[in-house]
């Protein structure tokens, strides 16, 4: 298998990926749901990092640090930091974001490595919605002048415009901020796992390609 199949497999095995009759936050109902709240254990924080780094090293990404917006995205920058340092010894740094800054100690906005001028970061996230996560970090990486913002890792793009656009979350990223998200999978590849018997949901098919042909981006 590759690794996109061995992720959609670990998802449908962690319970994250579901199949039935879901009302989204957006109202949508949808076929299927992604819950990465059901990443509990060692285990799967483990796993998770690899998959994030094999997304990383795919797309030929070479990052000094890497950031985990608060507060979902602090254990994923961590994993998928020790994955790469693992896996392709690449001994990148971690960061993430304080809600507020804080004035004693060590003070500052940034906790693990402070990134400065001449540093390329790569954001990691679980998920993209309505890009609020990126829109409240992009402001405080900007308070370091010369930080490159490389790419933004996602498990799982859903291809699904916006409530108030004819564009993804992903696609508008680009497009306000020149932000480039990957996303280890996309909706289509987890559709394909099915038809391949990588995973179970086939009696589920018909519905998300109805889903997806009714609220999928340009």
Known sequence: MTYKEKFIKFMSDS???????????????????????????????????????????????????????????????????????????????????RKEAKDHGEGGMFVGQQPKAGDSLVIIEDVMT???ALKEVLPKLQTVEGVKIEAMIITVDRMEKALDSQYSAVQQAYTDYGIKVYSIVTIKDIIKAIEDGIIQ??????????YLAQYGAQ
């Open 130 to 132: 309505s890009g609020k």
């Open 15 to 97: 319970g994250v990926l579901t199949f039935g009759d879901f009302t989204l936050k957006s109202g949508r109902k949808a076929p299927y749901f992604i819950n990465t709240g059901n990443y509990k254990t060692g285990a799967h924080l483990a796993q998770l990092g690899e998959f994030y780094a094999d997304c990383i090293r795919e797309h030929n990404l070479q990052p000094d640090i890497l950031f985990g917006p608060a507060y979902k995205g602090i254990p994923l920058s961590v994993s998928a930091a020790i994955a790469l340092h693992n896996k392709y010894n690449s001994n990148a740094g971690y960061c993430f974001d």
């Open 201 to 210: 949901g086939a009696e589920h098919l018909e519905a998300m390609k109805r």
